[in-house]
């Protein structure tokens, strides 16, 4: 729930900053908030990404 919550969180900020993007005019302004947007990007695949063990010796990547 706390995982699921925090998802739609990053994606509602994630279409914020998309949209401030194609609106600014300045390419500087513009290259900060693209970086900005690239850390949530990564912060959401590694969120969507579960590592599930399925015994002690080897883990299982699935995407949820």
């Known amino acids: ?3 699921d919550a925090r998802r739609q969180e990053l994606q509602k900020q994630i279409t914020a900053l998309q949209a401030k993007v194609r609106k600014e005019k300045q390419l500087n302004k513009q290259v900060q908030l ?10 959401l ?4 990404w579960v590592w599930i063990s399925t015994n002690e010796q080897s883990t299982v ?3 949820r």
């Open 61 to 63: 990547l699935i995407k």
């Open 1 to 3: 729930v706390e995982r």
């Open 45 to 48: 695949e590694a969120l969507l």
């Open 34 to 43: 693209n970086t900005e947007l690239k850390k949530l990007r990564k912060e």
